[in-house]
């Protein structure tokens, strides 16, 4: 009898295609620096591989077993897990080659998590299971004996699988270090990865395969695009917004020739709109997409199939947060696969000024890890960049593009806004919205939380009779599939004259330009974005940016408000020059405060205290929002996913259909149209207004045009 590994794939050659596949891998890909220092791996380094190729070979021999025959061809019942029979053989193999105990623990453990993260109770419920004697065995041994690894069929009967495994584990676990964790990550990141390209009959490539025109042909490079190009080594970048920035980066990341490029953004919607950029530059086969609601975005672009390869980071590029690359380093679910190419990869940070102290605190964290554990080429830029930042990088020993002069002349070549300062708030001058509204311009509105956001759009609205053609409301608290499709009528459809109101996540997450800016004060830096999505592409005369009293300071520090309106009014603006030479003055006037949160955070490094709690090769079992909790990320205010409760019937009909169905690609389909009814919301308000007969469900109003009803509540 054949057998097999897939309906449509033998046994034998999907895993002599891992083989081939991990063969490959080791050759351009180091093991991170503390295997290369390894005294273990050193001495043994040939048995090291090739008990790592002989794993490759049998990571899946447990397929063999009547039980997954049965199941594969029938699809009748389930069958054990086959990564766990496969330690028999595995076993086996390495006893009677005399392999060192260390790589024949490390190996089983590997082989046995590579479809389920190991943790400290993986196939617990297992323990009285072993091969069937209703097994094909003479096609088993035909395969392994044409693979030169004779066996013999009564062992394999009377071994016990779980035994193994429990064997390796505690030895393991008797002398855990920092070793372990970094063969771990080679070496199942290696077999799962190529087991995964072997699925997919794909190969991976030597390096990323750059477009020759990443600069349209009919442009000459900027003098920054040549020297950034020309730089060997980590750079931090500092151009205006609109004079290509990425492609500046991208003409650096060229010259390394590396096999894995990331290129990190702040939100999801950026992230979004740079994975369609980077389409049309690199097209599909190479790029990736991952965040927290990536697939969405797969659903949408009927891509559902290849989830596995972007969670995995299986693509050259990878577009994704902070929050992802921290997350993997905390050994979050199946992290080999994910951080063992994080090794000798290009990374750019890009935007790196929009993080509060706690979370610039964390990516500093990440970059020194790339850094120094990974050597890993790193590129950090903003359109604003503080040389408080700067300095905080400075172990990277990077070169600035361009020295102080040059900066700011390219910015001096700049007077796309003109600031008007306005001691009022914002809802007291609608007068004054409704004018320019009238010389049909596209107006924008930004202000510093959700509710005051959905009262200036209700007296728009409501008061002013502007119909929804012409205006939109944008915010962190619409359910996903009403802000994509805000976000893809802001870009595609926006109507002439337009208002736009939302809240500062705009100021990173869309490539938008508009006429005529209304915003309550800031910090200096955000002030800037905002200012950036006006005039954008630099119309010879000055659009106006009218700046306006907070109602209430919240989510800022009100001293700092403070601080940048004393700077606002002190200045007379001549060029974007200016912009910079404030952020830098805001900072230096805000730096001692900012050094002591810093100082006091690396004191008590929330990762020296997760990392104590982990078992360093044990997976962490955790969902994606208590990861998150522990990083507090982006403002520290934990969320937790709710839908609103007018969606209930909705939802249940949804609910319906996953139970009714059978085919596996409708039923992911319909389990993540149900996530596009969720909302990231506060855990305080959560458990004020959660539904107490459906907990998924939160009892506050919700409609498309404003989102969710939060009321007193200083979110952005």
């Known amino acids: 009898?054949?057998?097999?590994?897939?309906?449509?794939?033998?046994?034998?050659?999907?895993?002599?295609?891992?083989?081939?596949?991990?063969?490959?891998?080791?050759?351009?890909?180091?093991?991170?620096?503390?295997?290369?220092?390894?005294?273990?791996?050193?001495?043994?380094?040939?048995?090291?591989?090739?008990?790592?190729?002989?794993?490759?070979l049998l990571h899946d021999i447990g397929k063999a077993d009547y039980r997954f025959q049965n199941y594969i061809r029938?699809?009748?019942?389930?069958?054990?897990?086959?990564?766990?029979?496969?330690?028999?053989?595995?076993?086996?193999?390495?006893?009677?080659?005399?392999?060192?105990?260390?790589?024949?623990?490390?190996?089983?453990?590997?082989?046995?998590?590579?479809?389920?993260?190991?943790?400290?109770?993986?196939?617990?419920?297992?323990?009285?299971?072993?091969?069937?004697?209703?097994?094909?065995f003479e096609s088993l041994i035909t395969i392994l004996n044409d693979w030169g690894l004779p066996i013999k069929k009564e062992n394999v009967l009377k071994s016990k699988p779980y035994q193994i495994f429990d064997n390796a584990r505690n030895y393991i676990s008797d002398d855990s270090n920092f070793l372990w964790r970094e063969l771990l990550v080679y070496s199942q990141g290696l077999l799962i990865r190529a087991d995964y390209y072997a699925s997919s009959n794909s190969m991976p490539q030597k390096k990323v395969i750059f477009p020759v025109d990443i600069i349209s042909k009919d442009k000459r490079l900027y003098w920054y695009q040549k020297e950034a190009q020309q730089a060997n080594q980590d750079i931090f970048i500092q151009i205006p917004t609109g004079r290509g920035k990425t492609e500046t980066a991208l003409l650096w990341a060229k010259q390394f020739k590396k096999p894995n490029l990331f290129y990190i953004l702040p939100t999801?919607?950026?992230?979004?709109?740079?994975?369609?950029?980077?389409?049309?530059?690199?097209?599909?086969?190479?790029?990736?997409?991952?965040?927290?609601?990536?697939?969405?975005?797969?659903?949408?672009?009927?891509?559902?199939?290849?989830?596995?390869?972007?969670k995995y980071f299986l693509k050259p590029i990878n577009i994704t947060t902070p929050d992802q690359l921290l997350l993997t380093l905390m050994n979050y679910k199946k992290f080999p696969p994910r951080e063992v190419i994080f090794s000798n990869s290009v990374f750019i940070f890009d935007e790196i000024h929009i993080y509060d102290a706690y979370t610039f605190f964390l990516i500093k964290w990440l970059i020194k890890m790339l850094k120094n554990e990974y050597n890993a080429k790193i590129c950090v830029m903003s359109a604003t960049f503080p040389k408080f930042f700067q300095e905080e990088?400075?172990?990277?020993?990077?070169?600035?593009?361009?020295?102080?002069?040059?900066?700011?002349?390219?910015?001096?070549?700049?007077?796309?806004?003109?600031?008007?300062?306005?001691?009022?708030?914002?809802?007291?001058?609608?007068?004054?919205?409704?004018?320019?509204?009238?010389?049909?311009?596209?107006i924008l509105i930004v202000v510093n939380t959700i509710q005051e956001a959905q009262k200036i759009y209700s007296i728009l609205k409501n008061e002013n009779k502007i119909s929804s053609r012409s205006l939109m409301?944008?915010?962190?608290?619409?359910?996903?599939k009403d802000r994509q499709e805000k976000e893809k009528r802001i870009l595609k459809e926006l109507q002439v004259p337009f208002i736009l109101v939302s809240t500062q996540v705009v100021e990173v997450s869309l490539d938008i330009d508009f006429d005529v800016l209304f915003t309550e004060i800031a910090y200096f830096d955000s002030l800037v974005q905002r200012f950036g999505r006006i005039n954008r592409f630099g119309s010879k005369e000055e659009f106006p940016v009218y700046i306006f009293n907070p109602e209430t300071p919240g989510p800022y520090e009100e001293n700092f408000l403070g601080i940048t309106l004393k700077l606002l009014k002190q200045q007379e603006f001549k060029s974007e020059a200016d912009y910079l030479l404030l952020t830098d003055s805001f900072y230096n006037k805000i730096k001692n405060k900012l050094k002591e949160q810093i100082k006091k955070l690396e004191k008590e490094n929330p990762f020296k205290e997760t990392w104590e709690k982990l078992n360093y090769i044990a997976a962490f079992r955790i969902n994606e929002i208590e990861g998150q909790e522990l990083l507090r990320t982006r403002r520290g205010i934990l969320q937790i996913p709710m839908i609103p409760s007018c969606f209930y019937n909705e939802i249940q009909k949804i609910e319906e259909k996953i139970k009714q169905t059978t085919d596996r690609q409708e039923k992911m389909k319909l389990i993540l149209l149900k996530k596009e009814y969720y909302i990231?919301?506060?855990?305080?308000?959560?458990?004020?207004?959660?539904?107490?007969?459906?907990?998924?469900?939160?009892?506050?109003d919700y409609n498309s045009d404003s989102g969710l009803n939060i009321e007193n509540n200083n979110f952005i």
Request: aromatic residues 12%; proline residues 5%; hydrophobic residues 35%.
């Open 473 to 480: 409301l944008l915010h962190s608290k619409f359910i996903a």
């Open 74 to 136: 029938s699809k009748q019942s389930k069958s054990p897990p086959h990564a766990l029979l496969s330690l028999s053989i595995l076993n086996e193999i390495f006893s009677i080659r005399k392999f060192p105990e260390w790589i024949s623990n490390l190996m089983i453990l590997i082989v046995a998590s590579h479809h389920s993260p190991y943790y400290g109770r993986l196939y617990n419920d297992y323990e009285n299971l072993q091969w069937t004697p209703k097994t094909d």
């Open 268 to 310: 999801t919607a950026s992230i979004n709109a740079m994975y369609y950029r980077f389409l049309k530059k690199f097209g599909d086969k190479q790029v990736g997409i991952y965040h927290s609601k990536y697939e969405s975005l797969l659903l949408e672009e009927e891509k559902l199939e290849q989830g596995q390869i972007f």
């Open 1 to 56: 009898m054949k057998l097999l590994a897939k309906p449509n794939e033998s046994l034998k050659k999907h895993s002599e295609k891992t083989k081939e596949i991990i063969d490959y891998l080791i050759k351009y890909y180091l093991p991170p620096s503390i295997v290369r220092k390894s005294k273990k791996i050193s001495k043994d380094k040939k048995k090291f591989i090739k008990a790592l190729k002989i794993s490759a």
């Open 680 to 700: 990231d919301v506060p855990i305080y308000l959560a458990k004020k207004f959660c539904n107490s007969k459906n907990p998924d469900f939160i009892d506050l």
């Open 393 to 442: 990088l400075n172990f990277l020993n990077a070169r600035k593009v361009g020295d102080e002069n040059q900066i700011l002349k390219e910015y001096k070549n700049f007077r796309r806004t003109k600031p008007i300062i306005k001691n009022n708030f914002l809802k007291n001058e609608i007068g004054l919205i409704i004018e320019e509204f009238k010389k049909r311009k596209k």
